[in-house]
Structures are given as C-alpha cells and as structure tokens.
C-alpha cells in the first residue's frame, strides 16, 4: 500500500508558475513508477507526465510538453511537477499516482492522492 499526498497547489496568473509536490509513505518509494494527471470539470481525466523509478526515463503529454517537469527526490520520498508557463487551460485538480509498474505513453496507476487544485488566471 502506497500513501500519496499532493502540495503546492493554487491560485497563478498566467505566464506564472507553480511546483506540485506528493510525498509518499508505505512501501518502498524507489520500487514506484509515479506520475501525474489532471482533470478539469467537465473533462476527462488527463494523464500527463510519469517518471521511472530512478528518474532515467519521462513522459509528457503534448498539452505540457516544453512547459512541465516531473522529477522525484528518492531520498525524500517526493516526486514534484514543475508547472512554468501556465495558461488558463491548465486549470485543473492534479492528482498524484503510483505504481509499480512504468509505461510511458500508457499507464494504468493503482494508487492515487487525493488532489490539489491549480487555478490559472486570465
């Protein structure tokens, strides 16, 4: 079992940034793939940048690509989304994920946090 809490979240204009944070506790940290997704209301739920569990391999999703960062401090237990750049259409609840398995382009996490929002002002 895997414990996610996400920080960080808030209120930005745009062209400002942001960094999420989600600490885990539990089970091995290093053992998980983690990633990030968001959902906006009345969308679907995006599935937007993963890391391995050394941190040698990404996934973005176009919509952040060039703009977002995901990185994790194994010694901390705590992966971070570095948000730069921010546009209203990146108002959304981001969720943290982990999972032991890692897909870049597909991935199906099995535990989740609970949320943080992120609003993104005109």
């Known amino acids: 079992q895997v414990q996610l809490v996400e920080s960080g979240g808030g209120l930005v204009q745009a062209g400002g940034s942001l960094r999420l944070s989600c600490a885990a506790s539990g089970r091995t940290f290093s053992l998980y793939a983690m990633g990030w997704f968001r959902q906006a209301p009345g969308k679907e739920r995006e599935y937007i940048a993963a890391?391995?569990?050394?941190?040698?391999?990404?996934y973005y999703a176009d919509s952040v690509k060039g703009r977002f960062t995901i990185s994790r401090d194994n010694a901390k237990n705590t992966v971070y989304l570095q948000m730069n750049t921010l546009k209203p259409e990146d108002t959304a609840v981001y969720y943290c994920?982990?999972?032991?398995?890692?897909?870049?382009?597909?991935?199906?996490?099995?535990?989740w946090g609970q949320g943080t929002q992120v609003t993104v002002s005109s």
């Open positions: 890391i391995s569990w050394g941190g040698g391999s990404t």
């Open positions: 994920a982990a999972d032991r398995h890692y897909s870049g382009t597909a991935w199906s996490p099995e535990y």
